[in-house]
């Protein structure tokens, strides 16, 4: 072996050809994760039942597996920020407070188990989370074999207190130390969104091999500003996004914020219509004790789920825009499509935009389509690739159709 070629095989081995591999989020993970609406409140004494801690998960769970979540996919049960003691024990290994999680986080996961979810823990590859507690930076091979030992199914791995010029390197050595435990645990990266928010680009290439899903835009409020500001973010960014995703690898939005106190009824179909049309995770952010009806049958709408959980798991893109009025068109599987017509105009009236079908970005060469409302559960008919589709769609507000291959 010559010089050059000994030194391509170490070159190899340090940053080479390892990936991620662990056979799960085959399609966009779905679940419940409390930052946004939870956040970081610790405050157990005068806010028993909102803060963070065992309650309010093992609540959390009891409703996602009664009330209809699990039994259309909502599956992770997700602890953001603020669950842990300042300090590591004696042995180096992060626990949970002990005030807040008496029965510590093993059991909660048993109980999370128990009602056949999963459960989902947050840490941070810096020296410190966000909110101030340990960090995982040098310690990350004890800490995978933590969450691993306690059944956690799913980590969110978050980037304050960190470089984000080192994150190519730092975090597929977690990505390695997860591997290295044996248990197969979801790997959420938050690492693009801090390089982005750092000017730096991300390499997508290296990110998809190392991580099930990552964040690439600023976390999500409780608005609908802060939501067309992603939608906004995933239009101009579409190539990229929609190249680096696929099975087992997703670009991460943010949280679901239906439910919550922000947006509309109509505002909250589109987050729904939209995050489908991305092919994105649908973590929800809510209280599932109290949302109403109108929010819960938006979360539990099949055929839209459908959509965002289509095998091919492709990103749909932008095929139209004029003025304030969008059409988005995501590719499934048997040739068939889906489309959202997005309405952004808050100047009272409803909006009509008639196209046809080839103008909606329907290019597999089939002649005659079924066009179905996914809000009004109701098919539409039969349509020629040249006929034009009319959808009126009220202000901030969307209209959703599947399109199948017509059999008549
Ligand atoms: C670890 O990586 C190997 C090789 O990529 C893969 O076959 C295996 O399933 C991974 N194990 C886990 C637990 O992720
Ligand atoms: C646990 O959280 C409470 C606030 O709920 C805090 O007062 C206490 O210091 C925390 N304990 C540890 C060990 O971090
Ligand atoms: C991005 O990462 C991939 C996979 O590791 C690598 O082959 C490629 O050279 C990287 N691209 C850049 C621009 O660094
Ligand atoms: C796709 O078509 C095949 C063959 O007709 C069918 O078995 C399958 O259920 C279809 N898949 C979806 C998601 O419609």
New binding site residues.
């Given amino acids: 072996m010559n010089i050059w070629f000994m030194t391509s095989l170490v070159i190899l081995s340090l940053y080479g050809t390892f990936s991620l591999d662990n056979g799960l989020a085959r399609t966009p993970p779905m679940g419940w994760m409390a930052w946004e609406r939870f956040r970081c409140n610790i405050d157990c004494v005068n806010d028993p039942d909102n803060c963070i801690g065992e309650k309010l998960f093992m609540q959390i769970a009891d409703h996602m597996s009664t009330d209809g979540f699990k039994d259309v996919g909502y599956e992770y049960v997700a602890i953001d920020d603020c669950w842990m003691s300042h300090q590591r024990d004696s042995n180096g290994k992060l626990y949970g407070n002990t005030t807040r999680f008496p029965s510590g986080i093993k059991r909660l996961a048993d109980y999370v188990h128990s009602k056949g979810l999963k459960l989902g823990i947050y840490e941070d590859y810096g020296k410190l989370t966000c909110a101030g507690y340990p960090g995982s930076l040098d310690h990350l091979e004890v800490d995978a074999q933590t969450f691993a030992d306690w059944g956690v199914d799913y980590l969110k791995f978050d980037g304050c207190y960190s470089n984000p010029k080192v994150m190519d390197t730092g975090y597929p050595q977690m990505t390695k130390a997860l591997n290295k435990t044996g248990i197969p645990i979801v790997f959420s990266c938050s690492w693009p969104d801090y390089q982005r928010a750092s000017g730096m680009k991300p390499n997508y290439t290296l990110i998809g091999d190392n991580c099930n899903l990552w964040r690439n835009f600023n976390d999500i409020q409780d608005s609908w500003d802060s939501v067309t500001s992603i939608i906004d973010y995933y239009a101009k960014e579409h190539d990229t996004l929609a190249a680096a995703q696929g099975p087992g690898k997703w670009n991460d939005p943010d949280m679901v914020i239906i439910g919550d106190f922000g947006l509309s009824y109509d505002q909250s179909k589109s987050q729904m219509a939209m995050w489908s049309i991305f092919a994105s995770p649908l973590m929800m952010s809510n209280d599932l004790r109290s949302v109403s009806d109108e929010a819960k049958e938006i979360l539990l709408n099949k055929e839209i789920i459908a959509v965002n959980q289509d095998?091919l798991g492709v990103m749909g893109r932008q095929v139209y825009k004029t003025g304030a009025m969008e059409v988005w068109t995501k590719p499934l599987?048997?040739k068939?499509f889906a489309t959202v017509f997005l309405n952004r105009n808050t100047n009272g009236m409803p909006r009509s935009i008639s196209m046809t079908l080839k103008d909606m970005g329907y290019n597999t060469g089939v002649d005659h389509y079924t066009l179905r409302d996914v809000y009004l559960h109701k098919s539409l008919g039969n349509y020629g690739i040249n006929d034009q589709f009319t959808a009126t769609v009220n202000p901030t507000g969307v209209v959703m159709v599947t399109a199948s291959i017509s059999t008549t």
């Fill in positions: 095998a599987v048997n068939s």
